[in-house]
């Protein structure tokens, strides 16, 4: 496992746990909508940026 | 709705489909890999549409609508719970399914498991095991969409013709071309889902709650409290969290992408798909909520919803629920069919050709597709059971699926009992309806699986060509 994975491992336990605790602490109440919200998009967009170098060495390669 | 035009829609939509899986067949397909993974040629796009189609099925109309009417927001991060798992485990175990599944050629996500620690029957332990979990989950689609057609026409298509008609527009939308039909109809079927949602929350948020202001916050209050025990939360959300690696028929679609450009863009497709689609059906629960408050059975909810709305639009929506499910069904079905045949049938003759298994394996498709339709003629209770369980017990794949790329010291006892006791723990958990300590099965399931996973791999010798496996992987590896 590359070491930019096991930074990966990290934020996703991070996130996992934000994703199980927080609704039931926090945000019981009210804001669960807004926090789940957020917190997809922000997976989302890290799936953007991890995965942005995927391919480049295809091209250059001619893979 | 008229029953006439629903039949002429359908039969429309069933024409258009069989276009296109006819249109699919390059040529005759003469192996495995061509007819169940289109000879890992596929592009980004349509292996997005097909990933998405086939994850959400016709629960998420249905079911997410009704559970979202019934106990609020709480189905959202259930949802949504799932949608991060699913991306953060493509981004780990995508890269690793396909370069391993070219570099091995390997066909269906159990033989993986047999490569890997050399002993076919790992493979077998997590195709049948497969095969018990999702034959009545597959059922389970045909019967929700038979129920629809027949509420929807005021019963003028009995409960049996309607499910025949899903069946064979399942059929029909995979044979020709395998993999190559499925993916193309389903890019169709997605567009339909996605299209539909959208037209059906305009109308909603323009014409029917005009009042509710610019967020969905604001159109029912009450809805928007985290209402599910967490012991529910945490049990229902586990088995769909590793969805992404423990469900064979999403498993599989990573080995069929072209390129690495074409995975990511699978990848992110996907994402985005799961996203604007989980919101819309959390959108259409709570404003059905506010618009239809007291219906006794949530699933209700959608159809009572679409006696609403305009007949074109709710046709649409209709069409797009079906597609739903007939995506979701001939998936599994494509994906089980490849199973029985490379990890069954392959398992007890090794020297079967390959041109015999694919033929054995195609028979299987309308062979599971009627056992299917027998299944739900018969509305066995037991069908809800074991649908329900279908992805708690599929989790139990999950230690022996981490330890084929992450762990060296991972050996076949490991992996074939981790699969047995583990299934067979969560299975009678369900049966009996046991939660020891108010935990769900998948929890404690999980649990046995993992302990039993790591403490034979400690105590067995792991397969001799472990490092030849890892090193390629890693080799592989490095062109992402």
Redesign the interface.
């Known amino acids: 496992m590359e070491r930019k994975e096991k930074y990966l491992v990290l934020v996703a336990i991070g996130v996992v746990a934000l994703d199980f605790i927080v609704p039931y602490t926090i945000v019981k109440e009210t804001g669960a909508f807004a926090f789940w919200v957020g917190l997809a998009l922000l997976t989302l967009a890290l799936g953007y940026f991890f995965t942005k170098s995927w391919g480049k060495n295809e091209t250059r390669r001619g893979i | 709705m008229s029953a006439s035009i629903l039949i002429c829609s359908i039969l429309v939509w069933f024409g258009l489909g069989a276009f296109l899986s006819w249109k699919a067949k390059k040529k005759n397909a003469l192996s495995m890999a061509e007819y169940f993974l289109g000879n890992r040629s596929i592009g980004g796009f349509l292996s997005s549409m097909t990933y998405s189609a086939t994850t959400y099925s016709a629960f998420m109309m249905v079911g997410l609508v009704g559970i979202t009417y019934k106990t609020g927001?709480?189905s959202?991060?259930f949802e949504?719970?799932y949608?991060?798992?699913t991306?953060?485990l493509?981004?780990?175990f995508a890269?690793r399914y396909w370069s391993a599944g070219k570099a091995f050629n390997v066909v269906t996500p159990s033989e993986m498991l047999s490569v890997r620690y050399e002993k076919p029957r790992v493979g077998v332990a997590a195709a049948i095991l497969c095969l018990v979990m999702l034959i009545p989950y597959a059922s389970v689609q045909l019967m929700g969409a038979g129920y629809l057609l027949e509420t929807l026409s005021g019963g003028t298509i009995s409960f049996t013709t309607a499910t025949v008609i899903i069946a064979l527009m399942s059929f029909v939308f995979s044979w020709w071309a395998g993999i190559r039909s499925v993916a193309l109809t389903d890019a169709l079927q997605a567009s339909i889902m996605l299209i539909a949602s959208i037209m059906l929350a305009f109308f909603i948020a323009f014409t029917l709650l005009p009042e509710a202001g610019e967020s969905?916050?604001t159109i029912n209050p009450n809805n928007?409290?985290?209402s599910w025990p967490?012991h529910m939360?945490?049990g229902l959300?586990l088995p769909w969290?590793f969805f992404a690696v423990t469900n064979p028929q999403v498993v599989q679609r990573l080995y069929i992408p072209k390129?690495?450009?074409s995975?990511?863009n699978m990848?992110?497709g996907f994402?985005?798909f799961g996203?604007v689609y989980t919101?819309l059906c959390v959108f259409f629960g709570i404003s059905a909520s506010k618009l239809l408050p007291g219906i006794p059975a949530a699933d209700k909810a959608m159809p009572r919803l679409l006696s609403m709305v305009p007949h074109p639009l709710a046709l649409i929506v209709t069409l797009s629920i079906i597609a739903a499910a007939v995506s979701t069904m001939n998936s599994i079905i494509l994906t089980l069919s490849s199973m029985f045949g490379r990890d069954i049938l392959k398992a007890l003759n090794p020297h079967l050709s390959e041109q015999k298994e694919l033929i054995l394996s195609k028979t299987l498709i309308p062979v599971i597709t009627g056992i299917c339709l027998v299944f739900a003629q018969y509305k066995f209770s037991m069908i809800a059971i074991l649908s329900s369980m279908a992805s708690g017990g599929l989790l139990m794949q999950l230690p022996s699926i981490w330890g084929t790329f992450?762990w060296k010291k991972a050996t076949a006892e490991g992996a074939f009992w981790s699969i047995v006791i583990g299934g067979i723990s969560v299975g009678t958990m369900y049966i009996t309806g046991a939660k020891p300590l108010g935990i769900w099965p998948p929890v404690w399931g999980i649990a046995v699986s993992f302990l039993v996973f790591v403490a034979l791999s400690l105590f067995t010798t792991p397969p001799p060509s472990t490092d030849i496996f890892m090193d390629r992987l890693k080799k592989e590896?490095?062109?992402?």
């Open positions: 927001i709480t959202l991060g949504l719970s949608l991060i798992g991306v953060f493509l981004m780990l890269p969905i916050t928007m409290k985290v967490f939360f945490l959300t969290f390129n690495i450009t995975i990511r990848i992110l994402s985005f996203f919101l992450f590896l490095k062109n992402f």
